[in-house]
Protein backbone atom coordinates (compact mmCIF):
# COMPACT_ATOMS: atom_id res chain seq x y z
CA UNK A 1 0.00 0.00 0.00
CA UNK A 2 1.47 3.47 -1.19
CA UNK A 3 0.17 6.38 0.87
CA UNK A 4 1.29 10.06 0.99
CA UNK A 5 2.51 11.50 -1.80
CA UNK A 6 5.88 9.26 -2.15
CA UNK A 7 6.63 11.37 -5.69
CA UNK A 8 6.22 14.83 -4.41
CA UNK A 9 9.62 16.96 -3.99
CA UNK A 10 8.68 18.51 -0.99
CA UNK A 11 8.12 15.46 1.18
CA UNK A 12 11.80 15.75 2.37
CA UNK A 13 11.25 18.92 2.82
CA UNK A 14 7.86 18.75 4.91
CA UNK A 15 8.98 16.38 6.92
CA UNK A 16 12.29 17.49 7.89
CA UNK A 17 10.67 21.17 8.39
CA UNK A 18 8.04 19.01 10.93
CA UNK A 19 11.27 17.34 12.70
CA UNK A 20 12.72 20.50 13.69
CA UNK A 21 10.04 21.82 15.16
CA UNK A 22 9.35 18.69 16.99
CA UNK A 23 12.61 18.56 18.27
CA UNK A 24 12.50 22.08 19.54
CA UNK A 25 9.15 22.20 21.10
CA UNK A 26 9.50 18.53 22.46
CA UNK A 27 12.76 17.29 22.43
CA UNK A 28 14.34 14.23 20.91
CA UNK A 29 13.73 11.54 23.96
CA UNK A 30 10.14 12.28 23.35
CA UNK A 31 9.99 12.02 19.69
CA UNK A 32 8.54 9.32 17.85
CA UNK A 33 8.29 8.81 14.18
CA UNK A 34 4.39 8.97 14.47
CA UNK A 35 4.37 12.57 15.86
CA UNK A 36 6.52 13.55 12.67
CA UNK A 37 4.24 11.67 10.04
CA UNK A 38 0.85 13.40 11.93
CA UNK A 39 2.78 16.56 12.04
CA UNK A 40 3.36 16.82 8.50
CA UNK A 41 0.48 14.53 6.88
CA UNK A 42 3.31 11.75 5.84
CA UNK A 43 2.37 8.38 6.15
CA UNK A 44 4.85 6.62 8.31
CA UNK A 45 5.33 4.02 5.43
CA UNK A 46 6.56 6.61 3.50
CA UNK A 47 8.70 8.62 5.99
CA UNK A 48 10.35 4.73 6.38
CA UNK A 49 11.23 4.33 2.96
CA UNK A 50 13.49 7.77 3.01
CA UNK A 51 15.06 7.28 6.33
CA UNK A 52 15.93 3.82 7.66
CA UNK A 53 15.24 5.28 11.32
CA UNK A 54 14.05 7.73 13.40
CA UNK A 55 17.78 8.95 13.55
CA UNK A 56 18.40 9.59 10.20
CA UNK A 57 15.35 12.26 9.98
CA UNK A 58 16.24 13.68 13.11
CA UNK A 59 19.95 14.38 11.87
CA UNK A 60 18.90 15.33 8.58
CA UNK A 61 16.69 17.66 9.84
CA UNK A 62 19.88 19.03 11.63
CA UNK A 63 21.66 19.19 8.74
CA UNK A 64 19.19 21.32 6.28
CA UNK A 65 19.02 23.89 9.62
CA UNK A 66 23.15 24.45 9.26
CA UNK A 67 23.03 24.60 5.68
CA UNK A 68 26.09 24.37 3.05
CA UNK A 69 29.44 23.28 4.55
CA UNK A 70 31.11 22.77 0.89
CA UNK A 71 34.46 24.21 -0.21
CA UNK A 72 36.63 23.98 -2.81
CA UNK A 73 40.37 24.33 -2.44
CA UNK A 74 42.40 26.35 -4.26
CA UNK A 75 46.30 26.55 -4.56
CA UNK A 76 46.75 29.35 -1.82
CA UNK A 77 46.13 27.16 1.94
CA UNK A 78 47.03 29.57 3.91
CA UNK A 79 43.98 31.70 2.05
CA UNK A 80 42.00 28.49 2.45
CA UNK A 81 42.73 28.05 6.34
CA UNK A 82 41.17 31.69 6.64
CA UNK A 83 37.92 30.83 4.75
CA UNK A 84 37.25 28.03 6.26
CA UNK A 85 37.56 28.84 9.93
CA UNK A 86 35.82 31.86 8.80
CA UNK A 87 32.65 29.62 7.28
CA UNK A 88 33.09 27.56 10.45
CA UNK A 89 32.29 30.19 13.05
CA UNK A 90 29.56 31.75 11.18
CA UNK A 91 28.24 28.14 10.54
CA UNK A 92 28.23 27.81 14.50
CA UNK A 93 27.15 30.81 15.69
CA UNK A 94 24.10 31.23 13.21
CA UNK A 95 23.41 28.07 14.97
CA UNK A 96 22.62 30.27 18.74
CA UNK A 97 19.41 29.91 19.81
CA UNK A 98 18.53 27.03 17.52
CA UNK A 99 20.61 24.06 16.18
CA UNK A 100 23.02 24.34 18.62
CA UNK A 101 21.01 23.75 22.15
CA UNK A 102 19.57 20.53 19.44
CA UNK A 103 22.59 19.51 19.16
CA UNK A 104 23.52 19.49 22.72
CA UNK A 105 20.46 17.65 23.76
CA UNK A 106 21.18 14.83 21.16
CA UNK A 107 24.38 14.62 22.42
CA UNK A 108 22.93 13.87 25.94
CA UNK A 109 21.27 10.50 24.43
CA UNK A 110 22.70 7.64 24.58
CA UNK A 111 21.07 6.26 21.38
CA UNK A 112 24.82 5.04 20.01
CA UNK A 113 23.02 5.18 16.34
CA UNK A 114 21.91 8.73 16.80
CA UNK A 115 25.70 9.17 17.56
CA UNK A 116 27.26 7.69 15.11
CA UNK A 117 24.86 9.27 12.19
CA UNK A 118 25.29 12.70 14.06
CA UNK A 119 29.03 12.51 14.05
CA UNK A 120 29.27 11.02 10.32
CA UNK A 121 27.00 13.91 8.98
CA UNK A 122 27.29 16.94 11.06
CA UNK A 123 31.00 16.56 13.11
CA UNK A 124 33.60 14.55 11.11
CA UNK A 125 33.09 16.50 7.59
CA UNK A 126 34.03 19.94 9.35
CA UNK A 127 36.85 18.39 11.21
CA UNK A 128 37.72 16.44 8.49
CA UNK A 129 37.40 20.02 6.09
CA UNK A 130 39.24 22.17 8.73
CA UNK A 131 42.15 19.48 10.00
CA UNK A 132 43.33 19.05 5.72
CA UNK A 133 43.90 22.83 5.12
CA UNK A 134 45.81 22.96 8.10
CA UNK A 135 47.75 19.77 7.08
CA UNK A 136 48.54 21.98 3.86
CA UNK A 137 49.29 24.85 5.79
CA UNK A 138 51.84 23.23 7.77
CA UNK A 139 53.18 21.22 4.64
CA UNK A 140 53.70 24.73 3.10
CA UNK A 141 55.63 25.64 6.41
CA UNK A 142 53.16 28.43 7.03
CA UNK A 143 51.99 26.88 10.61
CA UNK A 144 53.71 28.78 13.49
CA UNK A 145 52.95 25.22 16.02
CA UNK A 146 53.77 21.87 15.60
CA UNK A 147 50.35 20.71 17.17
CA UNK A 148 48.46 17.88 15.48
CA UNK A 149 46.37 19.65 12.75
CA UNK A 150 43.62 17.33 13.72
CA UNK A 151 43.74 18.34 17.50
CA UNK A 152 44.48 22.01 16.39
CA UNK A 153 41.15 21.40 14.04
CA UNK A 154 39.71 20.29 17.68
CA UNK A 155 40.90 23.32 19.61
CA UNK A 156 39.35 25.88 16.73
CA UNK A 157 36.07 23.93 16.73
CA UNK A 158 35.91 23.35 20.21
CA UNK A 159 36.85 27.38 21.20
CA UNK A 160 33.92 28.37 18.70
CA UNK A 161 31.79 26.23 20.20
CA UNK A 162 32.49 27.06 24.29
CA UNK A 163 32.59 31.01 23.13
CA UNK A 164 28.75 31.17 22.11
CA UNK A 165 27.50 28.08 24.52
CA UNK A 166 29.31 28.40 27.73
CA UNK A 167 30.61 32.13 27.42
CA UNK A 168 27.64 33.70 25.39
CA UNK A 169 30.06 35.66 23.21
CA UNK A 170 30.30 34.42 20.02
CA UNK A 171 33.76 34.71 18.77
CA UNK A 172 33.51 37.88 15.76
CA UNK A 173 35.25 38.08 12.65
CA UNK A 174 38.09 40.02 13.77
CA UNK A 175 39.10 37.68 16.23
CA UNK A 176 38.98 34.97 14.13
CA UNK A 177 41.63 36.98 11.89
CA UNK A 178 43.81 37.72 14.68
CA UNK A 179 43.50 33.51 15.83
CA UNK A 180 44.60 32.41 12.24
CA UNK A 181 47.20 34.93 12.11
CA UNK A 182 48.53 33.98 15.48
CA UNK A 183 48.84 30.32 14.48
CA UNK A 184 51.14 31.28 11.20
CA UNK A 185 54.48 31.64 10.60
CA UNK A 186 55.77 35.32 10.03
CA UNK A 187 55.88 35.82 6.22
CA UNK B 1 12.06 32.06 63.97
CA UNK B 2 14.52 30.20 63.77
CA UNK B 3 14.32 26.74 62.60
CA UNK B 4 16.75 23.85 61.59
CA UNK B 5 19.96 23.38 62.72
CA UNK B 6 22.13 26.79 61.73
CA UNK B 7 24.92 25.69 63.59
CA UNK B 8 25.50 22.29 62.02
CA UNK B 9 28.91 21.80 60.26
CA UNK B 10 27.04 20.20 57.90
CA UNK B 11 23.89 22.10 57.17
CA UNK B 12 25.72 23.71 53.61
CA UNK B 13 26.94 20.03 53.08
CA UNK B 14 23.59 18.21 53.00
CA UNK B 15 21.61 21.36 51.18
CA UNK B 16 24.45 21.21 47.97
CA UNK B 17 23.84 17.24 48.11
CA UNK B 18 20.29 17.72 48.15
CA UNK B 19 20.53 20.04 45.32
CA UNK B 20 22.58 18.21 43.56
CA UNK B 21 20.67 15.04 43.38
CA UNK B 22 17.21 17.48 42.56
CA UNK B 23 19.67 19.29 39.73
CA UNK B 24 20.61 15.25 38.30
CA UNK B 25 16.85 14.06 38.51
CA UNK B 26 14.31 17.22 37.51
CA UNK B 27 17.04 19.55 35.88
CA UNK B 28 17.49 22.87 36.84
CA UNK B 29 13.86 24.78 35.57
CA UNK B 30 11.56 22.92 37.59
CA UNK B 31 13.65 23.11 40.59
CA UNK B 32 11.82 25.13 43.71
CA UNK B 33 13.74 25.96 46.86
CA UNK B 34 10.77 24.54 48.47
CA UNK B 35 12.17 21.64 47.20
CA UNK B 36 15.70 21.26 48.61
CA UNK B 37 14.46 22.23 51.93
CA UNK B 38 12.02 19.19 52.15
CA UNK B 39 14.82 16.94 50.42
CA UNK B 40 17.32 17.41 52.94
CA UNK B 41 15.41 18.97 56.06
CA UNK B 42 16.32 22.32 56.49
CA UNK B 43 14.22 24.88 56.68
CA UNK B 44 13.75 27.23 53.65
CA UNK B 45 14.68 30.43 56.47
CA UNK B 46 18.04 28.80 57.05
CA UNK B 47 18.53 27.81 53.29
CA UNK B 48 17.58 31.71 52.86
CA UNK B 49 20.25 32.99 55.53
CA UNK B 50 23.44 30.69 53.49
CA UNK B 51 22.46 31.82 50.26
CA UNK B 52 21.14 34.75 48.55
CA UNK B 53 19.05 32.43 46.08
CA UNK B 54 18.63 29.49 44.63
CA UNK B 55 20.68 30.41 41.44
CA UNK B 56 23.75 30.77 44.55
CA UNK B 57 22.53 27.30 46.06
CA UNK B 58 22.63 25.70 42.48
CA UNK B 59 25.86 26.96 41.40
CA UNK B 60 27.91 25.98 44.86
CA UNK B 61 26.17 22.88 44.37
CA UNK B 62 28.28 22.28 40.82
CA UNK B 63 31.74 23.62 42.56
CA UNK B 64 31.17 21.02 45.24
CA UNK B 65 31.69 18.58 42.52
CA UNK B 66 33.97 20.42 40.39
CA UNK B 67 36.29 19.63 43.81
CA UNK B 68 39.83 21.98 43.85
CA UNK B 69 40.93 23.84 41.39
CA UNK B 70 43.71 26.34 43.34
CA UNK B 71 47.14 25.95 41.87
CA UNK B 72 50.32 27.84 43.31
CA UNK B 73 52.40 29.58 40.89
CA UNK B 74 55.88 28.24 40.36
CA UNK B 75 59.12 30.60 38.75
CA UNK B 76 59.00 27.98 35.78
CA UNK B 77 55.75 29.25 33.65
CA UNK B 78 56.35 25.88 30.93
CA UNK B 79 56.37 23.71 33.92
CA UNK B 80 53.00 25.52 35.42
CA UNK B 81 51.47 25.62 32.08
CA UNK B 82 51.75 21.98 31.71
CA UNK B 83 50.36 21.47 35.53
CA UNK B 84 47.51 24.06 34.58
CA UNK B 85 46.26 21.90 31.63
CA UNK B 86 46.61 18.58 33.11
CA UNK B 87 44.53 19.98 35.97
CA UNK B 88 41.97 21.54 33.70
CA UNK B 89 41.70 18.54 31.56
CA UNK B 90 41.14 15.93 34.63
CA UNK B 91 39.07 18.64 35.96
CA UNK B 92 36.84 18.73 32.92
CA UNK B 93 37.11 14.56 31.92
CA UNK B 94 35.77 13.68 35.67
CA UNK B 95 32.68 15.40 34.58
CA UNK B 96 31.27 13.35 32.09
CA UNK B 97 28.28 12.49 33.07
CA UNK B 98 27.81 14.36 35.73
CA UNK B 99 28.24 18.33 36.17
CA UNK B 100 29.37 18.68 32.59
CA UNK B 101 25.34 17.65 31.82
CA UNK B 102 24.40 19.72 34.23
CA UNK B 103 26.53 22.27 33.22
CA UNK B 104 25.09 22.19 29.73
CA UNK B 105 21.38 22.52 30.55
CA UNK B 106 22.35 25.89 32.98
CA UNK B 107 23.71 27.26 29.88
CA UNK B 108 20.04 26.71 28.30
CA UNK B 109 18.62 29.02 31.04
CA UNK B 110 17.88 32.49 30.13
CA UNK B 111 17.97 33.13 33.91
CA UNK B 112 20.60 35.76 33.86
CA UNK B 113 21.39 35.79 37.67
CA UNK B 114 22.35 32.24 37.22
CA UNK B 115 24.64 32.86 34.18
CA UNK B 116 26.12 35.69 36.06
CA UNK B 117 27.05 33.27 39.39
CA UNK B 118 28.13 30.46 37.52
CA UNK B 119 30.20 33.02 34.89
CA UNK B 120 31.77 34.21 38.07
CA UNK B 121 32.37 31.09 40.28
CA UNK B 122 33.05 28.36 37.85
CA UNK B 123 34.22 29.39 34.52
CA UNK B 124 36.11 32.80 35.33
CA UNK B 125 38.49 31.09 37.53
CA UNK B 126 39.95 28.54 35.15
CA UNK B 127 39.85 30.76 31.96
CA UNK B 128 42.23 33.36 34.35
CA UNK B 129 44.35 31.00 35.94
CA UNK B 130 45.32 29.42 32.09
CA UNK B 131 45.65 32.79 30.54
CA UNK B 132 47.59 34.02 33.49
CA UNK B 133 50.23 30.95 32.90
CA UNK B 134 50.02 31.63 29.19
CA UNK B 135 50.96 35.18 29.83
CA UNK B 136 53.76 34.26 32.06
CA UNK B 137 54.87 31.63 29.40
CA UNK B 138 54.87 34.10 26.20
CA UNK B 139 56.81 36.74 28.28
CA UNK B 140 59.53 34.13 29.09
CA UNK B 141 59.80 34.13 25.26
CA UNK B 142 58.74 29.98 25.14
CA UNK B 143 55.22 30.29 23.29
CA UNK B 144 55.40 29.54 19.66
CA UNK B 145 52.28 31.34 18.38
CA UNK B 146 51.11 35.02 19.01
CA UNK B 147 47.22 33.89 19.48
CA UNK B 148 46.42 36.45 22.61
CA UNK B 149 46.61 34.15 25.43
CA UNK B 150 42.96 34.68 26.60
CA UNK B 151 42.18 33.34 23.13
CA UNK B 152 44.41 30.50 23.91
CA UNK B 153 43.17 29.68 26.99
CA UNK B 154 39.83 29.66 25.34
CA UNK B 155 41.23 26.98 22.47
CA UNK B 156 42.05 24.75 25.09
CA UNK B 157 39.33 24.99 27.15
CA UNK B 158 36.75 24.32 24.27
CA UNK B 159 38.77 22.16 22.70
CA UNK B 160 38.80 19.82 26.28
CA UNK B 161 35.04 20.17 26.28
CA UNK B 162 33.79 19.16 22.83
CA UNK B 163 36.30 16.16 22.41
CA UNK B 164 34.33 15.34 26.08
CA UNK B 165 30.99 16.15 24.94
CA UNK B 166 30.53 16.13 21.12
CA UNK B 167 32.77 13.72 20.43
CA UNK B 168 32.57 11.14 23.71
CA UNK B 169 36.18 11.12 23.02
CA UNK B 170 38.22 12.74 26.28
CA UNK B 171 41.02 14.04 25.85
CA UNK B 172 44.42 11.82 27.37
CA UNK B 173 47.39 13.07 29.42
CA UNK B 174 49.64 12.31 25.94
CA UNK B 175 47.34 14.74 24.29
CA UNK B 176 47.58 17.29 26.52
CA UNK B 177 51.32 16.73 27.06
CA UNK B 178 51.11 16.75 23.07
CA UNK B 179 49.02 19.88 22.35
CA UNK B 180 51.46 21.73 24.99
CA UNK B 181 54.57 20.94 23.71
CA UNK B 182 53.45 21.76 20.02
CA UNK B 183 52.40 25.34 21.75
CA UNK B 184 55.56 26.02 22.75
CA UNK B 185 59.38 27.25 21.51
CA UNK B 186 61.14 24.62 20.67
CA UNK B 187 64.32 24.61 23.33
Same mark, same amino acid.
Given at each position: MRTG $?? $???LVTQRALAATWDLLSTK??? #???IDDIATSCGIAKTTLYRRWPSLAHIVVDAVVSRIGDRTFTPTDDPVADLRAVSSMLVQSVNAGKDSWVSIALSLHEQSDSELRLRYRERIIDPVRELLAEVLERTALAGC? #?????TDQLADMLIGGTVYRLVFLHSPLTEDEVTTIIGGLLTAR
Open positions: $RP $RDPGYS #ALRL #ATTIP
